[in-house]
């Protein structure tokens, strides 16, 4: 990650927008946002906004011509800024900034959710299309609380009572890209390259709006106390619930979009379907805190410190500087 140092990005000033309105995609996740253009947002139109992903869990914003530092003086008010990544290099001189080049192996095809490897993982994120392929490209998110609800009472009280490690180490059975390309093995190389492991609560409870959600996803790789054959059973299990059509929105990106979404309530993942046409995709995440389990008990680190990455290196007016 970048040293070098940063200031908070101030938002354009511009003409007062009205409320913004919301269309839900569908009844469980999802809806997209209209009236309001990112770059110019006041007070009201913010709080507008972080009240309605509380309430769907992924937000969609057609036709915001923003710039790189836009995107990330809007996060600013949205809360404290993480590094762009606790591995991956950011773009020269935006360090809050992760890029996502398919050229270069970044396509995040599993179902995850952001960087639950780390101990304070980020509360949300919010995600700008750069370059589209003609075709394809699209993001699936899937609401994780709705998956909890859903899940029958045997298995809730189950879940209730475990907890997963998480890492960033990848299982090396799975193939490495369709033909196990160099550009995807120098990424993985990289995002492996200091190794993070935190036993997290399977079920941890919202911080804001005290609903139970799921924390689980491709980064979760062992249930504490069970063998691994168990482990991956159960993990398969509770991942069924949470990637259930009923539960998920698909995001056809076009030119100009932006998605936010509750990184607390959902996992996410990038359709893989569009060959060697280019996509590029830049991320900015606002800091999370400790998940905390349904009985109290709080996330705790294995291995791996992760402190550059965490809240206060990005926060208004801060500075990622030489910390």
Do not use: C
């Not at 919301?22 to 913010?46: F, Y």
């Not at 949205?78 to 396509?107: A, I, K, N």
């Amino acid at each position: 990650m970048s040293t070098a140092s940063s200031t908070s990005v101030k938002v354009r000033t511009g003409p007062s927008q009205g409320e913004p309105a919301t269309h839900p995609i569908t009844p469980v996740i999802g809806a997209e946002i209209s009236g309001v253009n990112l770059a110019r947002v006041d007070d009201a139109a913010v709080a507008a906004i972080q009240a309605a992903l509380l309430d769907h869990k992924v937000l969609f914003f057609r036709d915001q011509d923003i710039t790189q530092d836009d995107q990330i003086a809007f996060a600013q008010r949205l809360g404290e800024l993480t590094g762009g990544h606790p591995t991956l290099p950011s773009p020269e001189g935006q360090q809050f900034v992760l890029e996502l080049d398919s050229l270069l192996g970044g396509r995040a095809d599993h179902w995850h959710t952001d960087v639950t490897f780390a101990l304070e993982p980020p509360a949300i994120s919010i995600l700008r299309a750069v370059v589209l392929p003609p075709v394809g490209g699209d993001t699936q998110w899937a609401n994780t609380q709705a998956a909890y609800d859903r899940l029958p009472g045997p298995l809730q009280r189950l879940a209730a009572e475990l907890h997963a490690v998480h890492t960033n180490a990848y299982d090396y059975s799975r193939p490495v890209g369709p033909d196990g390309d160099e550009p995807t093995r120098r990424h993985r190389d990289q995002f492996t390259s200091t190794v993070f492991e935190t036993e997290h609560p399977v079920v941890r409870v919202h911080p804001e709006t005290g609903q139970p959600t799921l924390l689980l996803g491709g980064f979760a790789r062992q249930i504490v106390g069970l063998p691994f054959d168990a482990s991956r059973d159960l993990l398969r299990v509770f991942g069924t619930y949470v990637t259930r059509p009923e539960h998920i929105v698909r995001w056809r990106w076009q030119p100009g979009d932006v998605a936010i979404w509750d990184n607390r309530a959902t996992q996410h993942y990038a359709v893989n379907d569009y060959g060697d046409a280019h996509r590029v995709v830049q991320r900015v995440t606002v800091s999370g805190a400790r998940p905390v389990g349904l009985d109290g008990w709080r996330s705790e680190a294995r291995k791996g410190d992760n402190g550059r990455y965490q809240a206060g290196f990005g926060a208004r007016g801060g500075s990622l500087g030489d910390n």
